[in-house]
């Protein structure tokens, strides 16, 4: 397919555990973004790259939270320890140039136990 | 810290009914778009509005973007099942990177 993926789907942890999302986006897409969005929220931002550098994370909640992208195109966003209010859906999006429509990922829904 | 805030956050109607919904924020965004999102996907971008005042259409959705751009509407004329969803504001940061959405209106169509 030609949109953005994410892997997986559905992630269940036990408190305490670290957990890796996958995102892949638009190939050729320069910017990647991950987003929070809790249950019956709007997303909240994360954080952002521009090809492999990650210009802002003013959004990740705590150092817990840490992203890459290497190589400018698949990103990971990890949590180390998890904590129940970490449960929410991860959202990836991705756009062709720097200031552009954002196509999003169909999320990673992360429920901590 | 910009903010949208979003009016209903729930709302419940018939077939055929009218609805419109509200964006509002204390900020000035550089330009705002509304999203609407499906369970179990990401949302999917309905339309950008960048000039205070600018109306646009798309179908039976009409967009407006007020004079300050500072809020925003989505009026739906005669509803449907289909339109069922949440509709999510975002407004974009003075870069015009990063979005900042609001608390999302879930609409439910009744057949």
């Known amino acids: 397919g030609a949109g953005v993926s994410q892997s997986p789907r559905y992630k269940v942890a036990k408190r305490g555990q670290d957990v890796a999302l996958r995102c892949d986006p638009i190939s050729g897409h320069v910017s990647l973004f991950w987003y929070q969005q809790a249950l019956g929220q709007g997303p909240e931002f994360l954080t952002y790259f521009q090809n492999e550098a990650q210009l802002d994370k003013s959004g990740l909640p705590s150092d817990r939270f840490f992203a890459e992208r290497p190589e400018g195109s698949v990103s990971t966003l990890k949590i180390q320890r998890t904590q129940q209010e970490d449960s929410a859906v991860y959202l990836c999006?991705?756009?062709?140039?720097?200031?552009?429509?954002?196509?999003f990922g169909p999320g990673t829904r992360l429920t901590v136990l | 810290t910009q903010l949208l805030e979003q009016s209903p956050q729930f709302l419940s109607i018939q077939e055929g009914e009218n609805l419109t919904v509200y964006c509002n924020s204390s900020?000035?965004?550089?330009?705002l778009q509304w999203y609407r999102q499906e369970p179990g996907e990401g949302p999917v971008l309905l339309v950008t509005v960048v000039t205070g005042g600018e109306v646009k259409k798309l179908k039976r959705l009409t967009f407006q973007f007020g004079d300050a751009r500072k809020d925003s509407s989505l009026h739906i004329t005669a509803a449907q099942p289909g339109d069922t969803g949440l509709y999510l504001c975002a407004g974009h940061n003075n870069a015009g990177n990063m979005l900042t959405f609001g608390g999302g209106t879930r609409l439910m169509v009744k057949p």
């Open positions: 900020s000035v965004f550089s330009s």
């Open positions: 999006a991705s756009t062709l140039g720097l200031v552009d429509t954002q196509y």
